[in-house]
């Protein structure tokens, strides 16, 4: 599936903040065999949230949004939401009993706190039981999350919750991705492009190119319109990078010249010191 991310707060746009949450997502999303058309940055602003989703529901499969779910005054992408896709707020109980448990015996105002329990109309709770517990909007058949702004409660919602609802629907998606990165020493970007540049002239061929230290990484993604189209393709495509640039290729995806090192010793029986 390809999908857009949208992290929103004042405090990334500023600087104050470096944002990470959206380089996890992605990330994350690449591994599942997802591919990300675009990241956004914004502010707290409600005109910026509505026109930046309606954007992104036009040309992707799923959207992720981060950030703005708070009960400040600042948070604002639910009201955002419900401008933009005339989704009106709605009181959510579950969330509303959660919140009021939690704060027994606290010195704190029930009412600022209650703006957690109010979601745009028809948003599904990802976990309910969670400090802060995002939610999903599906509009026009495409899937929105919501998830907090804080790491590492967006991570814990995008693993555990975000990703498997994601693969369920991929299942029955238009577009089926297939992802690979190739990691090569001892050849130049320019070279291995030159060499790989016949494998592009398909539009559901899409290849990277990463200078990282002395290596070049190369990233192979496929779309496909099924499963079977996208897995020939893709394998087709991968042979033919593997017989253009030979020796050079000395790992995938997330090895490392010194994990391949070390395999390569261990199935010899050999050992290194340093």
């Known amino acids: 599936m390809i999908g857009e991310i949208i992290a929103i707060g004042d405090e990334l746009t500023s600087g104050r903040i470096a944002n990470t949450t959206s380089g996890f997502a992605a990330r994350q999303l690449f591994a599942a065999g997802h591919e990300i058309y675009a990241m956004h940055t914004i502010g707290d602003s409600p005109e910026l949230i509505g026109e930046a989703l309606k954007r992104a529901i036009e040309r992707v499969d799923f959207v992720i949004v981060t950030g703005g779910l708070g009960a400040t005054t600042d948070d604002m992408t639910n009201e955002a939401v419900a401008r933009a896709l005339n989704r009106p707020p709605t009181l959510n109980r579950e969330i509303l009993e959660k919140i009021r448990s939690q704060l027994q015996g606290m010195d704190t105002d029930p009412a600022t706190l209650e703006k957690l329990a109010w979601l745009p109309e028809g948003a ?128 995938l995806d997330h090895e490392t010249l010194a994990s391949v090192a070390g395999r390569l010793l261990a199935e010899r029986g050999m050992m290194m010191s340093v």
């Open 124 to 251: 599904e709770v990802l976990n309910a039981e969670a400090r802060m517990a995002g939610y999903l909007l599906v509009h026009h058949s495409t899937p929105i999350f919501f998830l907090p702004g804080v790491p590492s409660q967006m991570k814990e919602l995008l693993v555990e919750h975000v990703l498997p609802i994601l693969a369920g629907w991929s299942k029955n998606n238009r577009n089926h991705v297939r992802q690979r990165v190739y990691r090569t020493f001892g050849l130049s970007e320019n070279e291995i492009n030159r060499r790989l540049l016949p494998l592009e002239a398909t539009e559901k061929v899409k290849i990277g190119y990463y200078p990282v230290d002395c290596e070049v990484h190369v990233s192979l993604t496929v779309l496909g319109a099924s499963d079977r189209e996208s897995d020939e393709l893709f394998e087709r495509t991968g042979r033919a990078i593997e017989e253009a640039l030979g020796d050079a290729i000395y790992g």
